[in-house]
């Protein structure tokens, strides 16, 4: 007669040690399971983040209504797309959208903004720089003025589509910064039933990993005869 806890076989054992082993990889796939359905979209926009496109040709209808001044033009480009998180827009926490979509949207965060501004200046012939920290993206032009958050120390990447050449560097942006950053960006804009099945879900995963804690499959706990061997030659 087989005892419960060899119920299942070598199959159940091996998944007790497999989810045990890898228990933070189930936890992260979940993670981004609800994050991102599609996972393409954060594949495809890691790689934007480094290969920022811009079009002036898709802005080339507005050129004429922007002044020449990059400062003047920040300011017109800040004031023609409202601020929208990619939770309201892209129903995902983080996504890098490209200029037509940001166009058809009318709207969108610092990296929507960011695009359409390079691409403005790039129609005006003004040279720019784009920059990366891991909180925000902009854009750097002649007499651009720093800020907290858009300021040398604070990038860790940095592109000049005129020569090609990339910088990179450890960012000088605070623990305390970087958290509330996320907290404001992806957690609160964040909709409530994605919330609840996240959430719901990471409760799952560690109250299994605790029930199956208790209760090891009889093949991976020490043989009784085992031990008593072990202690009698001590």
Known sequence: MTNGADSGGPSRVSFWRVFQRYFPLFLIAWILLV???NPAKLFVSV???FH???DPVAVEP???AFPRDGKAIELAVLQAI???YDWELHNMPWYFPTIGEVLRNGEGDCKARALVLASVLEGKGIPYRINVSPIHVWVDYEGKEESSIE?????FYQEDPETGRRWFQVPDVGVGELLDSMWRAFWIPMPGGRKAILLSGIVVLIAARVLLRGRRPQEDRPALTDTLVQD???
Do not use: C, I, W
């Not at 300021?151 to 990038?155: D, E, R, T």
């Open 151 to 155: 300021n040398a120390g604070a990038k």
């Open 82 to 84: 409202p601020y929208r």
């Open 35 to 37: 994050l991102y359905p």
């Open 232 to 234: 009698v030659t001590r």
């Open 62 to 64: 507005f050129l004429d």
């Open 47 to 49: 790689h934007r983040v």
């Open 52 to 54: 920022v496109s811009a």
